[in-house]
């Protein structure tokens, strides 16, 4: 007759030896699955944040969005309508032109919007309030002619 193994009989296929050899190495290899993910993740990570620097220095090389053009708004009314804003765009470098990108936020979507921007200058974008909004989200110093071979 053949009567099921417990958990104290030695021939037991439950105490074998072959039996913790196979569970032993079924968790060397979840061990190793489990470790190849992580290193996987932190290299994918890493070139994240080789991506992120290299996008933050170009910024920086450019100035810091603050430094470089801002969103001014005017209140008093615009294009006939007093609840509205006008809302220019600012170059903050005064010896430089620049290339700024202005997001619009409206409830059709964001827009983006390069502007070239004269040294010390500002232009006209828009009109404001209303649920539309206004955001730099780019800047880029302009090389004047006497610099382009520098």
Do not use: W
Not at 14 to 30: D, E, P, W
Not at 33 to 59: P, R, S, V, Y
Not at 72 to 79: A, I, L, Q, W
Request: hydrophobic letters at 35%.
């Amino acid at each position: 007759m053949n009567a099921m193994p417990n958990n104290t009989d030695k021939n037991s296929s439950h105490l074998s030896g072959k039996y913790f050899v196979a569970a032993g190495s079924q968790n060397q290899r979840s061990v190793r699955t489990i470790l190849l993910a992580a290193t996987a993740l932190a290299a994918l990570t890493g070139c994240q944040n080789a991506a992120d620097k290299q996008h933050l220095e170009a910024e920086a090389q450019s100035g810091d969005l603050a430094n470089c053009a801002r969103i001014r708004v005017v209140s008093g009314g615009c294009g006939g309508n007093s609840r509205f804003t006008e809302v220019y765009v600012d170059n903050m470098h005064k010896n430089h032109a620049v290339r700024a990108t202005v997001r619009k936020h409206s409830q059709e979507g964001d827009d983006d919007t390069n502007y070239a921007i004269a040294e010390g200058g500002q232009l006209f974008i828009g009109c404001g309030g209303g649920g539309t909004s206004f955001d730099v989200v780019g800047c880029e110093v302009l090389k004047g002619e006497a610099e382009k071979g520098d």
